[in-house]
């Protein structure tokens, strides 16, 4: 018999694959660039008056807009599934915690 925690961790880490895009690309992260007036251009602003004007290379703001331009590496998929099964099978042992 699968455990219920382990299903929890299954559908939390198929839905983190599937949302990510999803909300990188509502946050303004786009394949066509930083969308005006999104909470990625607020990001970017913020960004760039802390470093004198410009967007340091690998910081949240330049790989979230590389992430909405390009899409997800394997690497990246590996995380967000991990956390996505992580967060999944916490919340299934807290729901059992309940439930009891």
């Known amino acids: 018999m699968v455990s219920p925690t382990?299903?929890?961790?299954?559908?939390?880490?198929?839905?983190?694959?599937?949302?990510?895009?999803?909300?990188?690309?509502?946050?303004?992260?786009?394949s066509g660039g930083i969308a005006a007036g999104s909470i990625a251009s607020s990001m970017m602003s913020s960004a760039a008056i802390a470093n004198?004007?410009?967007?340091?290379?690998g910081s949240l703001v330049?790989?979230?807009?590389?992430?909405?331009?390009?899409?997800?590496t394997k690497a990246a998929?590996?995380?967000?599934?991990?956390?996505g099964a992580a967060v999944g099978a916490a919340a299934g042992w807290v729901?059992?915690?309940f439930i009891r």
């Open 77 to 83: 998929t590996a995380g967000v599934v991990s956390a």
């Open 95 to 97: 729901a059992r915690m």
């Open 6 to 30: 382990m299903i929890t961790a299954a559908v939390g880490a198929a839905f983190s694959v599937l949302l990510t895009p999803f909300v990188i690309s509502s946050a303004g992260f786009t």
């Open 52 to 57: 004198g004007g410009g967007v340091a290379s």
């Open 62 to 72: 330049a790989t979230l807009q590389s992430l909405g331009a390009a899409g997800l």
